[in-house]
């Protein structure tokens, strides 16, 4: 982080984090209104979400284990990677 500070310089590196946290903000939004349909959450958000001191971006979710559906969190990941995302 320090290196990046110091090629970015303070606003850059502002800049940089900032959007960093809107990204994360927008993710999270997404996936909130991920809806079953039988018009539950797909998902259960476990981070503090937007409402939390927000510093870190990070999005923390599982699905949501009231739909009891075929596949798991596990499953879901192996199915991200797929497409090149990195999800843990």
């Known amino acids: 982080q320090y290196y990046k500070l110091l090629r970015h310089g303070k606003e ?45 971006p990070v999005v923390a979710a599982r699905l949501n284990p009231d739909l009891q559906l075929h596949y798991d969190d596990i499953d879901l990941q192996h199915a991200l990677a797929e497409s090149h995302w990195y999800v843990s």
Do not use: E, W
């Open 12 to 56: 850059g590196y502002t800049s940089k984090v900032l959007n960093q946290m809107k990204v994360a903000s927008y993710m999270r939004d997404f996936i909130l209104n991920l809806k079953h349909p039988s018009g539950k959450p797909r998902f259960v958000i476990l981070d503090g979400g937007s409402h939390s001191c927000q510093c870190l």
